[in-house]
Nanobody, 121 residues
Framework: EVQLVESGGGLVQAGGSLRLSCAAS????????MGWFRQAPGKPREGVSC????????YYANSMKGRFTISSENAKNTVYLQMNSLEPEDTAVYYC??????????????WGQGTQVTVSS
C-alpha cells in the first residue's frame, strides 16, 4: 500500500521559511517521480514542484521559481520542499504526490494527507 506522510507545515511570518518533508513507503521510491502540490481555500489544487527520479531534473511552477527547492533523499525514501521568502499567497494545504510523470506533464498517482502552511502578513 502506497503511503505518503507529509510533515513540516505550520505558521510562519511573511518572508520566513519552512521545509516540508514527505516520507514514502509501500512502493519502490526510485521508480516514481515525486512532487508537491497545494490547494488554497476555494481554489483548485495546483502543482508546485516535482523531481524526475530518472534524470534528476526538477520543475517548478512559475511563482515558486527561485523561492522553493525540491530535493530527494533516496536512502530515506523522502522528498523535501524547502520554501523561502514565503508570502501570504503561499498559504495552502501542501500535498506530496507519487507521480507517473514529471516533466512536460505532471501526472500524480497517489497523494499524501496534506500539511497546512499558513503565512501571516
Amino acid at each position: 500500500e502506497v503511503q505518503l506522510v507529509e510533515s513540516g507545515g505550520g505558521l510562519v511570518q511573511a518572508g520566513g521559511s519552512l521545509r516540508l518533508s514527505c516520507a514514502a513507503s509501500g512502493f519502490t521510491f526510485d521508480d516514481y517521480d515525486m512532487g508537491w502540490f497545494r490547494q488554497a481555500p476555494g481554489k483548485p489544487r495546483e502543482g508546485v514542484s516535482c523531481i524526475n527520479h530518472g534524470d534528476g531534473s526538477t520543475y517548478y511552477a512559475n511563482s515558486m521559481k527561485g523561492r522553493f527547492t525540491i530535493s530527494s533523499e533516496n536512502a530515506k525514501n523522502t522528498v523535501y520542499l524547502q520554501m523561502n521568502s514565503l508570502e501570504p499567497e503561499d498559504t495552502a494545504v501542501y500535498y506530496c504526490a507519487a507521480m507517473i510523470s514529471c516533466g512536460s506533464s505532471w501526472s500524480p498517482r497517489s497523494w499524501g494527507q496534506g500539511t497546512q502552511v499558513t503565512v501571516s502578513s
